[in-house]
């Protein structure tokens, strides 16, 4: 039965079929459902969104909506850090093999359209994206880490951008939440109209700039002053699958972000439990989230508040218990917080 099930039914609980989102909804509404009305939908048992009524096994109940929240929020945040350290490691061999590259220099100059070229200097570095930028003709996809966007930094490269936008280029753009807070990037979006799709996550890789799937730009240093420019089909591909993963799982700018499902905890405070159970320090998390190292303590002394930690040490421990490290055991129903929802429709 679950083979034949998963042939039928290839979808996780985040995209339910129609006839499995009746019955799962029904059972919400009931409490409980009979076995045969799940005959049809084998999906909702594989998924363990209904399991036997221990009183009475002819009947399933269902798993609490808060709870198949739960699972797919630490579902989405395994997948990104997933993606994070793959592309991690592929930048760090990028490093490598570059400084292997810039010694070779001095016996020879790098050849004309090499599959990867070092561009070293903000004037280089300007130079070959203005030049990409009009060899573009069909889609840009960028990932912009950091918090809130400077005024400046959007008015740098938005010559590019209105050029892009002129010639019907489509552009789709990543950041991270913190970045819904800032004025000048909801400016930006408004002025570049259609031309442009954002949406947001917790956490990015660093700086990713891809034209038309051919020619990707990605930093060489920390200060961004040197940068790589990638033109191998194969390096390219890959940083495509990864913005194109990334892009899945993150947040249209126009929807709200959802709740974590624990009362008191908020959507970016759960995101700093999790780094802060990885062992790193508030300088790391407030990078990795592009907020303040004062606005990342404010919200480390909230979360200390909100889950009765008197310590550092106890605040870890209290992470671990409620499963916000990333790891999230099933949840006693008073941890869980906000009405009962719907599963999304199938698409």
């Known amino acids: 039965m679950a083979g034949h099930g998963a042939e039928e039914h290839p979808h996780g609980a985040d995209r339910l079929c129609a006839a499995g989102d009746r019955v799962y909804s029904r059972a919400v509404r009931r409490g409980r459902v009979p076995r045969t009305d799940a005959e049809p939908v084998p999906c909702l048992l594989e998924l363990a969104l209904l399991h036997p009524d221990p009183d009475d096994m002819e009947w399933l109940v269902p798993t609490s909506p808060q709870e198949v929240m739960t699972r797919l929020l630490r579902g989405v945040y395994d997948e990104v850090s997933a993606s994070q ?163 899945r799982l993150a947040i249209p700018l126009t929807a709200p972000l959802p709740d974590t499902g624990i009362e008191g905890i908020s959507h970016r405070e759960q995101s700093i439990a999790a780094l802060l159970a990885e062992g790193h320090q508030d300088a790391v998390i407030a990078e990795r989230l592009g907020i303040s190292v004062r606005t990342c303590r404010a919200h480390i002394a909230r979360l200390s508040e909100t889950l009765g930690a008197a310590s550092r040490t106890q605040l870890g421990v209290r992470i671990a218990q409620v499963g916000l490290d990333g790891h999230r055991p099933p949840l006693p129903s008073t941890a869980l917080a906000g009405p009962e929802q719907e599963p999304p429709a199938a698409r």
């Open 85 to 247: 350290r793959r592309v991690g490691s592929a930048v760090a061999a990028f490093e490598w093999y570059g400084g292997l590259g810039r010694r070779l220099d001095a016996l020879a100059a790098p050849a004309e359209g090499s599959a990867i070229r070092v561009l070293d200097g903000l004037s280089r570095i300007q130079a070959a994206m203005d030049e990409a930028t009009e060899a573009c003709t069909t889609e840009v996809l960028t990932v912009q880490p950091g918090g809130i966007r400077r005024e400046a930094e959007l008015s740098e490269g938005l010559h590019r951008a209105l050029a892009l936008r002129g010639r019907g280029v489509r552009m789709r753009d990543l950041y991270t939440h913190v970045a819904r807070h800032g004025q000048g990037l909801l400016n930006y979006l408004e002025l570049m109209g259609d031309a442009v799709e954002a949406r947001t996550l917790d956490e990015v890789i660093d700086r990713l700039i891809l034209f038309d799937r051919t020619v990707a730009f990605i930093p060489a240093n920390t200060d961004r002053t040197m940068a790589l420019e990638l033109r191998h089909p194969a390096l390219v591909a890959y940083l495509v699958t990864v913005f194109e993963r990334l892009w």
